[in-house]
């Protein structure tokens, strides 16, 4: 089956900066790549997801690179604010998601 | 946009008492709704596929007399954790993938945290 690596677990950045994550996946048939952010105790939300056919993508202060032949992706954030705090999880997919082990970004005003 | 509801959004009850957690789609028909377990401060681990109409997918090493699915309609799907014990104590979360746009993103619910005593 699909096995998602992400780093790093945790991320410690000042406000201002850009915030990087990274993350391989096995399984050459995915297709599909979400990142989610969660807040402690509340649901995973879509903040931006790339398919295989795109090399990357921006929205905002958010983008997603995609190597496919590499199998790894990316999320940037760019200057970040505090409220960009939480835990973000990439996910790979062909059918159903593979979840990244996690990252926690903390920003610090 | 897509809404999930997920219901209750805490459970708290004794060793071997039965809960059941329901997982609904508000604005669009979902054919495939996931659910997933999550343990304090990991990842969400895919649990099983619940596909209307048809008996649900397990992932490997989960119980399916132990947590029973079921997806009666395109916009509910039920996970039972039946004879529930301490260990089964998790932050569960459903999703639901909107039926329009194939193997789109899928949509979260609030999640059930469950602690059993």
């Known amino acids: 089956g699909e096995n998602v690596e992400q780093h790093p677990s945790t991320l410690s950045v000042q406000e201002g900066d850009s915030a990087v994550i990274k993350c391989t996946y096995s399984?050459?048939?995915?297709?599909?790549f979400p990142w989610y952010k969660q807040e402690l105790g509340k649901r995973p939300q879509l903040i931006i997801d790339i398919r295989s056919n795109v090399g990357e993508k921006k929205d905002q202060r958010i983008a997603v690179t995609l190597n496919k032949t590499a199998k790894h992706f990316s999320l940037h954030i760019t200057e970040t604010q505090p409220e960009d705090s939480a835990v973000y999880f990439c996910?790979?997919?062909?059918?159903?998601?593979?979840f990244g082990q996690g990252t926690i970004l903390t920003v610090h005003p | 946009g897509a809404v999930v509801s997920q219901h209750p959004s805490r459970v708290i009850c004794k060793s071997g008492t039965s809960v059941k957690i329901e997982c609904r789609s508000l604005d669009f028909q979902a054919t495939t709704m996931f659910w997933y377990r999550q343990f304090p401060k990991q990842s969400l681990m895919l649990m099983a596929t619940s596909n209307e109409g048809s008996k649900a997918t397990y992932e490997q090493g989960v119980e399916k007399d132990k947590f029973l699915i079921n997806h009666a309609s395109l916009t509910l799907s039920t996970l039972t954790v039946t004879s529930a014990h301490p260990e089964d104590s998790s932050f569960y979360i459903c999703s639901a993938r909107d039926r329009e746009r194939g193997r789109g993103p899928q949509h979260f619910g609030d999640g059930t945290r469950l602690s059993i005593l």
């Open positions: 996910a790979a997919s062909w059918g159903k998601l593979t």
């Open positions: 399984d050459s048939a995915s297709n599909y």
